[in-house]
């Protein structure tokens, strides 16, 4: 790393102790910028590093709640509001025991630069909770919703920050906590969230727009090497939103999407995924992946395996952060593999991410690739401030037309910065690059 950055990459991670993924974020960001500085000295010396580092605002709150059982339980909610220079605080909310202030930050720190790279006038911001939703009622989950949203009504809006989903938080969640914050506020504001339902404000592909664009920004890359999905062997890990969104591209475009996981096991169905079984057991039953293996013949269930046991052409981690490290990719490169385009946050830990550039595989950031997501939120965004609604061809276009925008960003970048094929390395000088003109311009605030 350039020795400029390592000064102040020592700095940010001894003032956040014991933030291991938040480190992980930002040393894999430094560590591309270092060309940046060289031909920026101005970005050094108006410290956009260290003002990037440090969250402009970090709230962190009690979720009081009653179970079924009229026990009252305890969590704690989080929204960090990372940076506005492009605009509102915009990024999803995540609902899972792990959380906590390190995986929030994190997450939003990676927001920042993807945001960016979306080209859509939108900041970079994250939140969540230790709430577990797995074997909570729909009353139960409803009743934290509303607890959540008491506290948090008063850090958002439409033109301030501006939440949506991630793992935990889907339609549901969205629902209860877009009522509660109309109740409190007494305002209809639809842009104040974004993933809600399509009769009340919501934007058709949002829900599909993360799986969907993983797989549009894949093709791109493997258009640079003269291929596509079609006729290709993909495994996928995950098997929420995201996933079963991926897996349904990848086999439209011809792809054969061999295996699938959870947090219990995965499948390999070699007849290709069923993705109306899938979302029937995964989003309509809220069951576990091995129902799946049970309703359909020669599909197999390996219990507690990981999925990248399992050869392909390309790889989708579409399940959580650090779920691929450098064994699984040594493996899945051994396997014969071409592509991995990340459908999650940070899945691939920084030893795969050097396991794979070294074997000359296409890889594909979450910060470029999953930006699909959020990008479509900003077309809800677009849609609510205009009252309007636009078709599922229309949104699917501009959807297609920013991700085809993101991967020409990240290789023309990496292009003119002498490393082309990095896409590691255009992500993060594209995403910076923008956010530290506008830093720049906008003053030391
Ligand atoms: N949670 C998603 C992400 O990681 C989407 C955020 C949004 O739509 O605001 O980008």
């Not at 350039?2 to 000064?7: F, H, K």
């Not at 079984?277 to 049970?294: C, F, G, M, S, T």
């Not at 493996?331 to 385009?341: K, N, Q």
């Not at 999953?370 to 949104?395: C, I, K, P, Y």
Request: charged residues 20%; aromatic residues 8%; contains cysteine.
């Amino acid at each position: 790393m350039d020795s400029r950055l390592e000064a102040i990459r020592d700095t940010v991670l001894a003032r956040n102790p014991g933030e291991a993924e938040f480190h992980q974020a930002v040393v894999e960001v430094f560590e591309s910028l270092g060309p940046v500085h060289d031909r920026h000295p101005e970005f050094l010396e108006a410290a956009i590093l260290e003002r990037l580092c440090e969250p402009e605002r970090q709230i962190i709150f009690r979720v009081p709640w009653t179970d079924d059982t009229g026990r009252v339980q305890i969590n704690r909610g989080f929204r960090v509001e990372f940076n506005s220079a492009l605009g509102p605080y915009k990024g999803g909310l995540r609902f899972h025991p792990s959380v906590y202030l390190g995986i929030v930050k994190f997450l939003g720190f990676e927001q920042i630069f993807k945001n960016a790279l979306t080209g859509m006038p939108i900041g970079g911001g994250k939140g969540g909770s230790d709430f577990d939703p797995r074997g909570r009622s729909d009353a139960e989950v409803m009743r934290f919703c509303q607890s959540f949203m008491t506290e948090l009504y008063r850090h958002i809006g439409e033109y301030t920050d501006v939440p949506a989903g991630d793992i935990g938080v889907g339609g549901r969640e969205i629902g209860y906590l877009f009522g509660q914050y109309k109740r409190i506020t007494n305002r209809y504001e639809s842009g104040v969230l974004t993933g809600k339902g399509i009769s009340w404000g919501g934007s058709l592909v949002r829900p599909e727009a993360t799986g969907f664009g993983t797989v549009i920004f894949t093709q791109e890359m493997l258009k640079t090497r003269g291929t596509s999905f079609d006729g290709k062997r993909v495994v996928v890990s995950g098997s929420g939103n995201v996933a079963i969104n991926a897996i349904a591209k990848a086999q439209a475009l011809g792809a054969t999407v061999v295996a699938c996981s959870d947090s219990s096991g995965y499948i390999v169905d070699e007849a290709g995924i069923d993705v109306g079984l899938l979302r029937q057991v995964k989003e309509v039953e809220r069951a576990r992946l091995k129902e799946y293996a049970a309703r359909r013949a020669g599909v197999s269930y390996v219990e507690g395996g990981s999925v990248w046991d399992v050869d392909a052409s390309v790889a989708l981690p579409c399940a959580t952060q650090n779920e691929l490290d450098g064994g699984a990719a040594a493996r899945l490169v051994r396997g014969g593999l071409l592509a991995v385009g990340e459908g999650a946050n940070m899945p691939s830990t920084r030893d795969a991410v050097a396991v794979f550039q070294e074997a000359g595989v296409l890889f594909g950031p979450g910060k470029a690739a999953n930006a699909g997501g959020v990008a479509t939120s900003a077309l809800e965004m677009q849609q609510n401030a205009s009252r309007d609604s636009w078709s599922f061809e229309h949104t699917e276009e501009r959807l297609t037309e920013i991700m085809v925008g993101i991967h020409h960003r990240c290789a023309s970048t990496a292009d003119e910065y002498g490393d082309p094929g990095n896409y590691v390395l255009g992500a993060n000088i594209g995403g910076f690059v923008k956010v530290a003109d506008a830093m720049l311009a906008q003053g030391l605030i």
